[in-house]
């Protein structure tokens, strides 16, 4: 049996690039130029926001505000942006997502340091935002990476409906959100590497993460997950948990999937609903 | 939106089978049109190495050349060159990639395209019994299918094989075609 789905679909273009340290897959209606133009704008907005906000690259907006605790810093409107939905993440999950733990990553060797003394982890207080600068407090390291990939999907998704598709996809790996009128059947990926079918996602995100085991007393707020697993620390494939997330943004979805894999289990389905998500349990 | 219509955003699908794991982006044929819509032709210019040019490629790059050969063409409009395609592999955890590295005359890059993108790992048992269903079919229209069926969100895959393997082919244009 076709998948009626496919069919009612129709035609569609659909490229996947290395972006974000990971894959992502950009789809939209049509066959046609516009189609092409509209997927290529996509990416040119995910490489936008991966440029401004990565860690790892020394000469990006948030490794300039890093390295400048203090001062106030002129940030891009896309910097900013994602420094406020961060902090006001980091503060309504009371800490259990929290963007300003880049300190203790790097002495886990998984990112890299830049220089300077730094805090291993901070609070949401020691970012301050004003008109388009933002000042850290102390010398902690915010790292955008629990919130910034699906922030790049929604931005790619704005791009799309900006150029006239009717519906569309983005997908940068694993942080997925879907437009328009048609619905995506998607599978979730398992820490094991096994999939299972999940149904079909509508106008929403769907954002899923792997850890090893929930908090960690001594790292507050760490999760080291996959591929990014310093090979000391690795935990037991049967022990990593799969948590995935929905909610109307991928960076709210993004994002909260790290306050599920460190929420006490009798509390993470209600958190999550708290803070705007859906959770879907393994 | 409305919690309700959040919940309800995920509909459970009867009609779903098990997740397909091979999607294909783009042909080699479509990926030299798009990188260099201006060609006329594309000469082959594929690299043989032996094995010392195989151990020159991995000192210079930091990755070890797999194979003894090496797909790349030359973009060419009335002669002259426009600057070349490579075709790689690279394997990673779960997946299996085909990926086009487009450079120019003076070996900038382009830009890069994934070409075929395949799951390998777990799943192999479900995939069997999915792929069951559709016998009589040809294995074109199996792939065909399984590349509408499913998207797939789990714990993020890295590129680092893939920025390794441009490395590993941007060696191979300094060592190679920098003066072909």
């Known amino acids: 049996m076709l998948d009626p789905q496919a069919a009612a679909r129709g035609a569609h273009t659909k490229r996947m690039r290395p972006l974000l340290g990971t894959f992502v897959e950009v789809a939209t209606a049509g066959v046609d130029t516009r189609a092409t133009n509209a997927v290529n704008q996509a990416f040119e907005a995910i490489r936008e926001i991966h440029e401004l906000a990565s860690f790892q690259q020394p000469d990006s907006e948030l490794s300039h505000l890093n390295a400048n605790h203090g001062q106030w810093i002129q940030l891009s409107k896309h910097t900013l942006r994602l420094l406020r939905l961060a902090r006001q993440m980091t503060e309504a999950s009371e800490h259990l997502f929290n963007c300003t733990l880049g300190g203790m990553i790097i002495e886990h060797g998984v990112l890299p340091d830049h220089g300077g003394d730094f805090l291993p982890i901070g609070c949401a207080d020691d970012i301050e935002l004003a008109p388009g600068r933002a000042r850290l407090v102390r010398p902690v390291r915010i790292t955008l990476d629990g919130i910034a990939k699906g922030y790049a999907v929604d931005c790619a998704i704005k791009v799309l409906k900006c150029a006239g598709s009717s519906w569309g996809w983005v997908n940068a790996g694993g942080d997925l959100r879907v437009f328009g009128d048609f619905a995506l059947p998607v599978a979730q990926r398992r820490a094991d590497g096994s999939t299972r079918p999940l149904g079909a996602l509508q106008n929403a995100s769907l954002a899923t993460s792997s850890a090893g085991g929930g908090l960690n007393p001594d790292t507050p707020g760490l999760i080291l997950a996959g591929e990014d697993q310093p090979e000391s620390s690795t935990p037991k494939a049967g022990n990593a948990q799969t948590f995935s997330v929905i909610s109307r943004f991928a960076w709210r979805a993004d994002a909260l999937t790290k306050v599920a894999a460190l929420a006490p289990k009798s509390q993470r389905a209600e958190r999550i609903a708290h803070l705007g998500g859906v959770l879907i349990e393994e | ?180």
């Not at chain 2, 070890?64 to 955890?93: C, H, P, S, Y």
Request: hydrophobic letters at 40%.
């Open chain 2, 1 to 180: 939106m409305k919690y309700e219509a959040l919940l309800g955003a995920l509909l459970p699908m009867t009609v779903l089978v098990a997740p397909a794991y091979a999607t294909d982006y783009l042909s080699v044929a479509q990926a030299q049109s798009q990188f260099f819509p201006d060609a006329s032709q594309f000469v082959d210019s594929t690299l043989n190495f032996d094995s010392d040019q195989r151990r020159q490629i991995k000192k210079n790059a930091g990755t070890r050349q797999r194979g003894e050969t090496q797909q790349v063409w030359r973009a060419e409009r009335d002669g002259e060159n426009l600057g070349w395609m490579f075709v790689d592999n690279v394997i990673g955890k779960h997946e299996f990639i085909t990926y086009a590295l487009a450079v120019s005359p003076s070996g900038e890059v382009l830009g890069i395209e994934v070409l075929s993108y395949r799951e390998t790992h777990g799943g192999e048992v479900r995939e069997a019994g999915w792929r069951s269903q559709f016998e009589g079919k040809s294995l074109e229209d199996t792939l065909r299918l399984g590349k509408d069926v499913t998207n797939i969100s789990g714990a993020t895959l890295s590129c680092r094989n893939i920025t390794d393997g441009v490395r590993r082919l941007l060696t191979m244009w300094d060592l190679y075609l920098k003066h072909a």
